[in-house]
Structures are given as C-alpha cells and as structure tokens.
C-alpha cells in the first residue's frame, strides 16, 4: 500500500547558480556522504546537484513532512543502484522518522529536458511488524 507520493519540478539554471555562488558549500550543505562518493563519480556535475535536489523534495513530499518536523535535506538522500536506478536512502535521524511514519521502500524517478528536472517518488507503506505469538496461557487446575 503506497504511503505518499510527491513530485518536485526545477530549472537546473537555479542549481548552477548557487553551485557557482557557494561551490563546496552548498555540497556539502545538500549531499549526504554516499551521495557525495557517487557526485566526485560523475561527468555532470552541475546536473547531477539539480536532480538529487529535486528528488530529495519529491521524497520529504512523499514522507509528507517538508523539510522539517525531523527530516532536513541530509537526511534523505538518493543513490544509484549498479544499474543507475535511484535508490532512497537515509541518514540515521531521517531513518529513525522513517520508522516512525510507517514509510517502506521507496522509489523515485528523475527526468530532465529543456533545462528542467522532475523528480517523482513514491513511497509504501512499511509492512506491519509480525507480532510475536502469546504464550500459552496456564489453566487453573479444575477442582473436582
Ligand atoms: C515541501 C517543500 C519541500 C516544498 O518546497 P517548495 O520548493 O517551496 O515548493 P513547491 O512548489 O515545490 O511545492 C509546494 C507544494 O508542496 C506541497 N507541500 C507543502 N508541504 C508539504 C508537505 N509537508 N508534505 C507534502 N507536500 C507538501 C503543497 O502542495 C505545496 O503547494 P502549496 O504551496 O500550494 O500548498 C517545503 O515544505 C519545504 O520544506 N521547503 C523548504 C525548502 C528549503 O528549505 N530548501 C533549502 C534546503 S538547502
């Protein structure tokens, strides 16, 4: 069962600016640190910043806090599976509201065309933790 969903829209010409206004700054102020290995990676960077900037909005949309009530922008983040997939990912406070909400797996996807980017995510609902079975209760001996 899905949880949320959220989409984020953005002109990539935004991110260049600040990119180039604050450089390591703002890097360092948006990226988590598996999202930074993958950044030092690869051959776009200025796209690259634009498109996890959008996707961590479609994500905090999804969750439905913002980026606020516990969740700020290092605390969800999205990394590419081998097969360049985006995957969500969490800080350990970001995980810990994860919990909290009741969000599963999750799931984006990224676009780009004519300077845009949009980002969509979806996220379900985590399944319910199995309780553990009650013991069995004693019987009173019955009394003759
Ligand atoms: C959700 C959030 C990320 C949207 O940011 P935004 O880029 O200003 O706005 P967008 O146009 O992309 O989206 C706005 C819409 O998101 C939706 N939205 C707002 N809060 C939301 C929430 N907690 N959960 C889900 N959706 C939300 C609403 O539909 C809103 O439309 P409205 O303003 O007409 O009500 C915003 O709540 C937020 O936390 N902004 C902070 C951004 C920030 O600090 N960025 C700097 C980080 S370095």
Request: glycine share 10%; no cysteine.
């Amino acid at each position: 069962m899905i949880f949320g969903i959220g989409v984020d829209v953005l002109k990539q010409e935004r991110i260049v600016r600040t990119y180039q206004r604050f450089g390591e700054h703002f890097v360092a102020r948006l990226l988590m640190p598996a999202e930074r290995a993958q950044l030092a990676r690869t051959q776009r960077p200025e796209r690259f910043l634009a498109m996890r900037f959008a996707a961590k909005e479609a994500v905090v949309k999804a969750m439905g806090t913002g980026f606020a009530h516990g969740v700020w922008i290092r605390d969800v983040g999205i990394v590419q599976n081998k097969w360049g997939r985006p995957d969500v990912i969490y800080s350990a406070r970001g995980e810990r509201m994860r919990r909290k909400l009741g969000v599963g797996a999750g799931h984006v996807t990224l676009t780009d065309e004519a300077g845009l980017i949009v980002a969509v995510a979806v996220l379900m609902k985590a399944p319910r933790r199995k309780r553990k079975a009650a013991p069995p209760r004693k019987r009173k001996p019955v009394r003759k």
